[in-house]
T-cell receptor, first 113, second 108 residues
Framework: GAGVSQSPSNKVTEKGKDVELRCDPI?????LYWYRQSLGQGLEFLIY????????KSGLPSDRFSAERTGGSVSTLTIQRTQQEDSAVYLC???????????FGPGTRLTVT | QQPVQSPQAVILREGEDAVINCSSSKALYSVHWYRQKHGEAPVFLMILLKGGEQKGHDKISASFNEKKQQSSLYLTASQLSYSGTYFC?????????FGTGTRLKVLA
């Protein structure tokens, strides 16, 4: 594919359940980012992967959030024991390097009921 | 730590000009600008680097004042398609920070 893809596009889950969000970056992009955007709000940085380096997890909102990037490509963002305040659009982006423009995926809209 | 943008919101008529400002309390080494239309993902507009190098959009220009830690985006002869929320952003150490955002609406 030519762009960043994310799945699922929409996810409705019950409070307390775990969810896994997936991001496929553009081939060859070494940098991968996860953001959260609540309705009508700005872009909240969550985590960033650069190549095979271990990420800085300090941007994750709580220890219920975790992320990994396998083989320097696909990334998954996992939210355990979801809460209603986790409802938001989760955006993934990739870039050639941290200094280059980011290309965003369409996002995953998460609704916790 | 998050760059502050001004104005928060602006309404224009087609053909009018607008300036969006981005101000940081920390040193900026590069500034990126993105536009996000309602219900869509952000789209890259422009990168400004220290030393004046720019890379980006044909119909939009921008400036970067490293000493003042500020950047401005200039939209001239605005079109309906310019409507959306504009974000500045800057890479940090192991992170990326977007500004507070500016909502722009262009009316016919």
């Amino acid at each position: 594919g030519a762009g960043v893809s994310q799945s699922p596009s929409n996810k409705v889950t019950e409070k307390g359940k775990d969810v896994e969000l997936r991001c496929d970056p553009i081939s060859g992009h070494t940098a991968l980012y996860w953001y959260r955007q609540s309705l009508g709000q700005g872009l909240e940085f969550l985590i960033y992967f650069q190549g095979n380096s271990a990420p800085d997890k300090s941007g994750l909102p709580s220890d219920r959030f975790s992320a990994e990037r396998t083989g320097g490509s696909v990334s998954t963002l996992t939210i355990q024991r979801t809460q209603q305040e986790d409802s938001a659009v989760y955006l993934c982006a990739s870039s050639l390097s941290p200094m280059d423009e980011q290309y965003f995926g369409p996002g995953t809209r998460l609704t916790v009921t | 730590q998050q760059p502050v943008q001004s104005p928060q919101a602006v309404i224009l008529r087609e053909g009018e000009d607008a300036v969006i400002n981005c101000s940081s309390s920390k040193a900026l080494y590069s500034v990126h600008w993105y536009r996000q239309k309602h219900g869509e993902a952000p789209v890259f507009l422009m990168i400004l680097l220290k030393g004046g190098e720019q890379k980006g959009h044909d119909k939009i220009s921008a400036s970067f004042n490293e000493k003042k830690q500020q950047s401005s985006l200039y939209l001239t002869a605005s079109q309906l398609s310019y409507s959306g929320t504009y974000f500045c952003g800057t890479p940090g150490t192991y992170k990326y920070i977007f500004g507070t955002g500016t909502r722009l609406k262009v009316l016919a």
